[in-house]
């Protein structure tokens, strides 16, 4: 008797490449996805810091936000300020103005969001 050799039938190999070719794929779309969420939590945090200098820049030097009022910043990021709504605030007259930081996506077709938005009181008054 000679002995029986096994070996893998076609199909077999078929299946096998099959699995680990979706296996492969899943695992660079999860790292593409991974990427792309690292990318936006740094734009973010660089937007934050933006954010936080242009206010402490305006408190200082002018002592107000300016109103409706838009610049580019180094790096590829807008920032905006624009009035939101009026609301008496213990019986002053203020004014709700939001400054947004904003950025070019890097992919195209995606809908457009700031990176960064908050909201201030002002007091209405021209300076």
Same mark, same amino acid.
Do not use: K
């Given at each position: ?99 947004? $930081?904003?950025? $070019? ?23």
């Amino acid at each position: 008797m000679t002995p029986s050799h096994r070996a893998f039938t076609l199909v077999e190999v078929i299946v096998g490449l099959v699995l680990m070719a979706s296996l492969v794929t899943s695992s660079l779309v999860a790292l593409a996805g991974h990427r792309r969420s690292i990318w936006q939590s740094q734009q973010r945090l660089r937007a934050i810091a933006v954010a936080e200098s242009l206010l402490t820049t305006w408190y200082e030097t002018r002592g107000h936000v300016p109103v409706r009022d838009q610049a580019w910043v180094t790096g590829g990021l807008m920032w905006r300020t624009f009035p939101v709504a009026n609301r008496p605030v213990c019986g002053l007259a203020m004014q709700i103005v939001r400054l947004e $930081i904003w950025a $070019i996506e890097p992919t195209a077709g995606t809908s457009q969001r700031p990176l960064v938005s908050v909201e201030l009181l002002h007091d209405g008054m021209l300076r």
